[in-house]
């Protein structure tokens, strides 16, 4: 191999070596290599196999060093080089991008939890009572009410119980406008429920206790006027415990028109479509129909709820399919068991339906198309407290005695009207209970007749559920702690009309809230 040979290799392997070092991190590194290429051109030019002169040309070419005149200029190798102060530069640079985006979606921070986290609510309650109801010796026999359908197994004895409810429920922000809702809840479900409430009764055996789907729906607000809403809903009316139980909740949907004509000027329209029960179509009894509860709502609030505020409200709840039919045809005698309703409590008229067959299977007698007003003002007298007046009066336009002779076939006649509701209320005190010291009280007198309303529904406390009852309520709470309370309520009923039966209940409670 001649001079020239030579002197390509040593190049070459100038340019191999500095090659990697290209991609090197430390300036070490360079030295060293600096250094042994250097030792091998030496070496070379040691062993006569590279001129002293080429050698130093070969030098300066790889120093970027200018060459000789007259030589011609060769490709210049450029190892790379990356400052310090620059390569830190580029790390911080990383690390904040980095961090940023970890921070922004919560999963850098030691105990934070994700950004979806910011859009659920968790609610609950538990409530523990103590109740004592106090029965008179002197209402007539129980087994007098069963025979009229009504649903009651005890009128003489008093009873004591302990009675547990609770609720745990989640509330997201899907999207702008979205939002979904669950809770679960004590108290039975399906065919032997209340719905009406969800207390459970304990006392058995020390058993888990029962619960159930209470809520679980999701909301849409297209705009701040229109809302729509489906599922397993809260009621979604604006009205007192007259006409529905406080712990109602409606399956169905809604859809409700808010405009705001003035910051104290807040009308608003309710409309709503509820199944109650949904029969199987079965060719063997065509006349099977299901059973829907429709309403509307026309309302209006003015004031402010920090202020003085003036609520309205005016409905109109039409139930279909939901009266009895009797079984009057001995070749099919069940044909109309499906009209009797799945629940009830006691107060509304009732007859059997089955003629031919089972007699205790019990239909309603009178059509339930409700006209119902409320009216309730509030008044603020400190910084906290309130003074509220309310008045609910309800009134069962369905009620037509000559439709109900018609309908039953003549087993009721001559059924007087007693279709009429009302309410009078006051309370006075804090509107929640948030602090040690909070506190409220209340009082009213109710009177519903027989067929002002649908006996399933309204609340179980008063007279222990039901219509055809008058009486009083007297009520309060005392905060003990934080979102935490006890609480005293007294009923007082007695029945309208028909045999005696008066009920006085004492229900003590301690509430908790989060």
């Given at each position: 191999m001649g001079k020239g040979g030579f002197m390509r290799l040593g190049a070459a392997a100038l340019l191999m070596m500095c090659a990697p070092l290209a991609a090197a991190d430390e300036r070490q590194d360079l030295e060293t290599l600096r250094a042994t290429t250097l030792k091998l051109i030496q070496l070379l030019v040691s062993e006569g196999l590279l001129s002293q002169e080429k050698a130093n040309a070969l030098i300066r070419e790889a120093q970027g060093a200018p060459v000789a005149p007259g030589e011609k200029p060769k490709p210049v190798v450029r190892v790379p080089y990356v400052p310090e102060n620059v390569k830190q530069e580029i790390k911080d640079q990383l690390r904040e991008e980095v961090m940023a985006q970890a921070k922004a979606e919560r999963w850098a921070d030691p105990g934070r939890l994700p950004e979806w986290a910011d859009r659920v609510t968790i609610e609950g309650d538990v409530r523990l009572r103590a109740e004592s109801d106090k029965l008179d010796p002197n209402n007539a026999p129980a087994a007098f009410f069963q025979a009229q359908g009504q649903n009651i197994n005890n009128t003489t004895e008093d009873t004591e119980r302990l009675r547990l409810r609770a609720r745990l429920g989640f509330r997201a922000s899907v999207a702008e406008g979205v939002e979904t809702g669950f809770q679960l809840a004590t108290g039975s479900s399906g065919s032997t429920g209340n719905p009406t409430s969800v207390n459970n009764t304990l006392g058995d055996s020390f058993n888990r206790q029962s619960a159930g789907i209470d809520l679980a729906y999701v909301t849409w607000r297209p705009d701040y006027w229109l809302m729509l809403s489906g599922g397993r809903i809260r009621n979604p009316f604006f009205a007192s415990d007259l006409v529905w139980a406080p712990d109602l909740n409606f399956d169905g949907i809604v859809a409700s028109v808010r405009p705001l004509v003035r910051e104290d000027l807040r009308p608003y329209f309710t409309v709503g479509a509820f199944p109650l029960k949904y029969n199987e179509p079965d060719p063997t009894q065509p006349v099977r129909k299901n059973k829907w509860l429709y309403g509307t709502q026309l309302g209006l609030d003015y004031g402010r709820t920090e202020g003085t505020l003036l609520r309205l409200g005016a409905a109109y709840y039409d139930y279909h399919n939901i009266e009895g039919i009797p079984n009057t045809d001995p070749l099919n005698p069940n044909l109309y068991d499906w009209t009797?309703?799945?629940?009830?409590?006691?107060?509304?008229?009732?007859?059997?339906?089955?003629?031919?067959?089972?007699?205790?299977?019990?239909?309603?007698?009178?059509?339930?198309?409700?006209?119902?007003?409320?009216?309730?003002?509030?008044?603020?007298?400190?910084?906290?407290?309130?003074?509220?007046?309310?008045?609910?009066?309800?009134?069962?336009?369905?009620?037509?005695?000559?439709?109900?002779?018609?309908?039953?076939?003549?087993?009721?006649?001559?059924?007087?009207?007693?279709?009429?509701?009302?309410?009078?209320?006051?309370?006075?005190?804090?509107?929640?209970?948030?602090?040690?010291?909070?506190?409220?009280?209340?009082?009213?007198?109710?009177?519903?007749?027989?067929?002002?309303?649908?006996?399933?529904?309204?609340?179980?406390?008063?007279?222990?559920?039901?219509?055809?009852?008058?009486?009083?309520?007297?009520?309060?709470?005392?905060?003990?702690?934080?979102?935490?309370?006890?609480?005293?309520?007294?009923?007082?009923?007695?029945?309208?009309?028909?045999?005696?039966?008066?009920?006085?209940?004492?229900?003590?409670?301690?509430?908790?809230?989060?």
């Open positions: 009797a309703p799945q629940f009830r409590q006691r107060g509304n008229t009732l007859f059997p339906i089955n003629l031919f067959g089972n007699p205790t299977l019990f239909g309603l007698a009178s059509q339930f198309q409700i006209v119902n007003l409320t009216a309730e003002v509030g008044l603020r007298y400190d910084d906290l407290r309130r003074a509220s007046f309310l008045v609910d009066w309800a009134k069962n336009i369905g009620f037509d005695s000559n439709e109900i002779a018609q309908r039953t076939a003549g087993i009721v006649t001559d059924l007087p009207a007693k279709n009429v509701a009302v309410q009078y209320r006051a309370g006075f005190g804090h509107r929640l209970i948030e602090r040690w010291g909070d506190w409220f009280a209340y009082g009213a007198y109710k009177r519903v007749e027989a067929n002002a309303v649908l006996d399933a529904f309204v609340e179980g406390d008063f007279n222990l559920g039901g219509t055809n009852a008058k009486g009083w309520i007297l009520g309060g709470g005392y905060g003990v702690a934080r979102n935490s309370w006890i609480g005293l309520k007294y009923t007082t009923a007695n029945q309208i009309d028909g045999p005696p039966l008066a009920i006085d209940t004492l229900m003590l409670d301690f509430n908790a809230r989060f």
